[in-house]
């Protein structure tokens, strides 16, 4: 059965503190994992695609690495701003409809 | 590029009306467009993937005679809660997979709806 699992489930830091956040996938077959950033009531907003393991992506102060069984989204000296939920999401070879496979997220809070 | 919007953002309704909400792609043509609830501190639950001009997939355990979907052009769909009770107040999300972009799906800003 496909699967995503998202650690920590929350994750507080001070601001300037470096940190990743995991998303480890059991799927038949990628075709694409997907980083999002949801803020409260509000919908996900894209990051990143990665579609290949050794892949690599980089936005502002996020950076997207992708492995053979899980991914890392590495927040370099974040800001409050970045606090968010950070939802993993992936696409297995086997849909035939692009249905996402979502995990459950992680919650990180940057404080001043 | 990529904007999703929906209407409305809000709304409150009394049980045994119907809700429409609407999900519009707005720079680009939607191969295939999604429909998701969202519970509090919980994460995203697909209710239904629709094509233009075909019926909408169900997931399993959604009912499809109280989500009615309708995608009515590669641009628009939209999710009628009919007969609403409380136990239906939630938050709508939609997306959109913009075609010929790899399966990238982009999301509306999403509706809450109240029951009362």
């Known amino acids: 059965e496909d699967q995503v699992t998202q650690s920590p489930e929350a994750l507080r830091l001070q601001e300037g503190e470096s940190s990743s956040l995991n998303c480890s996938y059991t799927?038949?077959?990628?075709?694409?994992l997907f980083w999002y950033r949801q803020d409260p009531g509000k919908g996900p907003e894209f990051l990143f695609t990665?579609?290949?393991a050794g892949e690599e992506k980089e936005k502002e102060r996020l950076k997207a690495t992708l492995t053979k069984k899980e991914s890392f989204l590495h927040i370099t000296a974040p800001k409050p701003e970045d606090s968010a939920t950070y939802l993993c999401?992936?696409?297995?070879?086997?849909?035939?409809?692009?249905?996402?496979?979502f995990g459950q997220g992680t919650t990180l809070q940057v404080k001043p | 590029g990529a904007v999703v919007s929906q209407h409305p953002s809000r709304v409150i309704c009394k049980s045994g009306t119907s809700v429409k909400i609407e999900c519009r792609s707005l720079?680009?043509?939607?191969?295939?467009m999604f429909w998701y609830r969202q519970f509090p501190k919980k994460s995203l639950m697909l209710m239904a993937t629709?094509?233009?001009?075909?019926?909408?997939?169900?997931e399993q355990g959604v009912e499809k005679d109280k989500f009615l979907i309708n995608h009515a052009s590669l641009t628009l769909s939209t999710l009628t809660v009919t007969s609403a009770h409380p136990e239906d107040s939630s938050f709508y999300i939609c997306?959109?997979?913009?075609?010929?972009?790899?399966?990238?799906?982009?999301f509306g800003p999403g509706t809450r709806l109240t029951v009362t």
């Open positions: 629709s094509n233009e001009g075909s019926k909408a997939t169900y």
């Open positions: 720079d680009f043509q939607a191969t295939t």
């Open positions: 999401a992936v696409l297995s070879g086997s849909s035939n409809t692009g249905k996402l496979i």
């Open positions: 799927v038949s077959g990628l075709r694409g």
């Open positions: 990665l579609y290949s």
């Open positions: 997306s959109a997979d913009r075609q010929g972009m790899s399966y990238e799906q982009y």
